[in-house]
């Protein structure tokens, strides 16, 4: 046995135990006569006194992040430590061994409040997982998967695993592909979300399915998405509706997140806001609703207006209280961040209201006193705020304002602290124009559209929404999810509309397609993301630091060196030829 106790578990009540720990050495003091050691494991630290003139010769050779066995007595401090659980006592050591050695000079030092390359984080992420904040996520995440299992199982939904090797699928981002050795020429795609097979489930009699789902999609990375892979909490019920799907979710988020955390959490029913709403108030489908700021709509406004930039432009405003006591620098910094490439724009225009009431600054001296008063009193605007304007095509300024609003929360502190908002966006468009100019799927493919077949052969197809809906929390999409496509007529319809022909799904959904025709139950059905649901209760501000061996921004794993050049036998064996390679 090499440990009788944890590390973190020892207090005033273990005084003149004998016990045996083991751990690491995160500090080691030599003060001449008497040699102390900070002993680190998963549960906390634990402080080993060397008196020994025996076991001080040992212990000099002990390099910091070397594995040790310690054998002791637990005495009462002198000098107590009230920063640690472990604080009132010390361990005596009576016998000391080495489990691991350790080099001399470590890639950088764990548990530092120094700042380390991520990149040579991820490359000895072994060490970079014993820093104690990125190890509890780790151990967060744990608890988190176990609590949502629990939780599905209290509502009566059945575990079922899905198949990793699949079928290439159109669902918004490229395959990863996996070549056949028993089937030259062919491959297997990884499954960029369960969703066939959950409907597959459906069909099957399953009442309620769920899994911690494995996802892969080879997409750039960000801030808040991993590259390459993801896990999902993926369920579907049968015989279901939208609010029903609602209903789990508002069960389970809300109480997963009310056990890990001490901040205000929005209980259920969550708002609900349409899409179209969405972007006109917030200039994004996954609003921060912490943020008190709004989009308004000023076109009409100023259709007359003799300011250049504004006319025949699609105007949008953002009114900010309070925001006439910010100086000119203010404002001549937002409209710097305003025409970066990240956002777009090509000017932003501003005004402050002072205390008189009277219109000053930036482009005050094109507000008419007629237009003054109207957004006095249609839109908001009161003594001591400002108004910021953004001039441009309909679509890119929504995006633009939706940008600096978010920008404008964060540098005046408008966001709500401690607290997570959530609401769902609804009533998404069913399809959208590609960049091509050709009509394509908005969300999700297998989505039931809004107005069933008859929307399909009578509407436009840009103006059918459809039975989709997100979950949006703190300004991040949460979870997504949709009632299915259950008929097949009306699945052949909508892939006609997006370019496909019958056979075409015959060919690539042909499981479903088959399916269909025995009996198909209405079914609906989401997915809420768990890195990103750790994320956000651990608020991680990269949602690398919740996820054990992640990759780089690069889709690259520094640790196991992935991706890599294989063999040419391995290439050989699965049928494939390289011709060429690309340079970074």
Not at 153 to 164: A, H, K
Not at 244 to 258: L, M, W
Not at 456 to 484: F, H, T, W
């Amino acid at each position: 046995m090499y440990r009788t106790k944890n590390c973190g578990e020892l207090n005033i009540k273990n005084v003149n135990e004998i016990v045996e720990l083991a751990g690491w050495v995160q500090k080691i003091r030599n003060l001449g006569g008497m040699i102390f050691i900070d002993l680190r494991d998963e549960f906390g630290i634990t402080q080993i006194v060397v008196n020994d003139e025996n076991l001080q010769n040992q212990a000099k050779e002990f390099k910091q992040e070397a594995c040790i066995h310690v054998k002791g007595k637990v005495v009462e401090r002198t000098n107590k430590n009230n920063n640690i659980p472990t604080g009132e006592i010390e361990i005596i050591a009576e016998e000391l061994e080495i489990l691991g050695k350790c080099k001399n000079v470590l890639p950088f030092e764990v548990n530092t409040e120094q700042e380390v390359r991520e990149d040579l984080r991820l490359e000895y992420r072994f060490l970079d997982l014993r820093n104690t904040n990125l190890h509890n996520n780790i151990l967060l995440r744990s608890k988190i998967l176990k609590t949502l299992r629990d939780k599905m199982d209290e509502l009566n939904f059945t575990e079922v695993q899905t198949p990793i090797l699949a079928n290439s699928s159109p669902e918004g981002a490229r395959d990863y592909l996996v070549p056949s050795r028993l089937n030259p020429g062919e491959f297997y795609a990884l499954p960029q979300a369960p969703q066939q097979f959950k409907q597959l489930l459906m069909v099957s009699g399953f009442n309620k399915y769920y899994q911690i789902a494995p996802c892969f999609r080879d997409e750039d990375p960000r801030a808040d998405r991993a590259p390459g892979e993801f896990y999902q909490l993926d369920f579907e019920m049968s015989f279901s509706t939208q609010e029903d799907v609602f209903k789990v979710i508002e069960q389970v988020i809300p109480y997963t997140f009310k056990k890990f955390t001490n901040w205000k959490v929005d209980e259920g029913p969550f708002l609900r806001i349409p899409y179209k709403e969405a972007m006109e108030k917030y200039g994004i489908d996954k609003p921060d609703l912490r943020n008190p700021l709004i989009i308004q709509d000023g076109t009409e406004l100023f259709k007359n207006t003799e300011f250049n930039a504004f006319k025949g432009k699609t105007i949008k405003m953002i009114v900010v209280p309070q925001g006439a006591t910010q100086g000119r620098k203010f404002f001549d910094k937002m409209e710097e961040y305003a025409k970066t490439d990240e956002v777009g724009a090509k000017g932003l225009a501003w005004v402050k209201v002072e205390e008189t009431g009277e219109f000053t600054g930036g482009i005050s001296k094109f507000i008419t006193e007629e237009n003054q008063q109207i957004l006095k009193d249609k839109y908001g605007v009161e003594k001591n705020s400002s108004i910021f304007f953004i001039a441009d095509e309909f679509e890119k300024a929504q995006k633009i304002a939706g940008l600096v609003r978010i920008e404008l929360g964060k540098r005046l502190e408008l966001i709500e602290k401690n607290v997570y908002k959530f609401c769902f966006i609804v009533d998404f468009p069913m399809y959208e124009l590609s960049d091509e100019g050709t009509i394509d799927f908005c969300h999700n493919p297998f989505s039931m559209p809004q107005g069933g077949l008859d929307a399909l052969k009578n509407k436009n197809p840009l103006e059918i929404l459809a039975y989709q809906y997100d979950l949006v929390c703190n300004g991040y999409e949460m979870a997504s999810g949709a009632v299915r496509n259950h008929d097949p007529e009306i699945m052949v319809k909508a892939f006609e509309i997006a370019g496909y022909t019958e056979e075409d799904v015959k060919e690539r959904f042909g499981a479903l397609y088959n399916a269909f025709q025995y009996g198909t139950p209405p079914h609906a059905g989401a997915a809420p993301g768990i890195d990103r649901m750790v994320m956000l209760i651990a608020d991680a501000q990269n949602i690398r630091e919740v996820i054990a061996f992640p990759k780089n921004k690069r889709a690259r794993d520094l640790l196991m060196r992935a991706p890599s050049k294989v063999m040419p036998e391995q290439l050989k064996e699965v049928h494939i030829l390289c011709t060429g390679e690309e340079s970074d």
